[in-house]
């Protein structure tokens, strides 16, 4: 019996080394309140205080399938790995409250449902209990100036209950990530050429110190990013600060 259960204990050993050298995670995590399920890429869904929160929907309806329908839906830009109106027309309802910049309004159409606040970079909005601040997104590389143009786009910060969590969107290193103060969930993107390389990520990372760091939106035009080398690089430096690797491509 004891060789039986050494056998097993070193199989699921052998299965969680699989894993981790293949980039599969857990699927969703959780932070005390906050759960956070990843779709795809730059799609995310936070459940949150008894709110459901989508981030840049794609995918369509059956991408959503199993999540509760959306409170609030934050929009960062109108790429369409960020920005898909067939997606939006699926799950946004009446009672649906979409925040976005003005580029996403522009690319909407007419009946689409909910009720949409628009607000641009730094600007903030009080919906359901949330506190939204835009942050700005963008690049900084000359070769990848025109991919993502300051003040286009916007990342966020949401605040509810003493928690705050940062959604980047696409952007680089930039000087208003670097000086973000009290951040406890962190999801930064990390794909070439349209964001930044891990090393920079995680420059920032060290420098503005979130609580929890999630790699998101890491497939690049040369495939995924290197996102255990980005947790190597934070922790080396800070082994404070907690690096969580999910699955956001669970089709590779």
Not at 175 to 203: C, G, H, Q, S, W
Not at 228 to 239: Q, R, T
């Amino acid at each position: 019996m004891k060789n039986i259960i050494i056998g097993i204990i070193a199989l699921i050993a052998l299965v969680t080394i699989i894993n981790v050298g293949n980039q599969r995670y857990a699927p969703s995590e959780n932070m005390t309140d906050i759960k956070i399920t990843p779709i795809s890429h730059a799609t995310l869904v936070l459940s949150w205080d008894n709110a459901s929160i989508y981030i840049d929907p794609t995918g369509g309806a059956e991408a959503f399938a199993d999540q509760a329908e959306p409170n609030l839906i934050l929009i960062t830009d109108i790429h369409g790995d960020h920005l898909s109106t067939e997606t939006l027309q699926a799950v946004s309802r009446e009672n649906t409250t979409l925040i976005m910049p003005q580029s996403v309004a522009d690319e909407l159409p007419e009946n689409l449902p909910g009720k949409i606040i628009i607000i641009g970079n730094d600007e903030t909005t009080n919906q359901n209990g949330f506190s939204i601040k835009a942050i700005p997104m963008y690049n900084l590389r000359e070769e990848a100036l025109q991919f993502h143009t300051k003040g286009r786009g916007n990342g966020y910060v949401l605040e509810n209950n003493g928690k705050r969590v940062y959604i980047a969107g696409d952007t680089e290193d930039i000087p208003e990530m670097r000086a973000l103060k009290n951040i406890d969930i962190a999801f930064l993107p990390m794909n070439l050429p349209y964001t930044m390389p891990v090393e920079a990520a995680a420059d920032a990372v060290l420098e503005f110190q979130p609580k929890t760091v999630y790699p998101y939106h890491y497939r690049g035009t040369d495939g995924l990013s290197d996102v255990e080398k980005f947790k190597s690089i934070v922790n080396e430096s800070n082994p404070e600060i907690e690096v969580v690797l999910l699955d956001w491509y669970p089709e590779n």
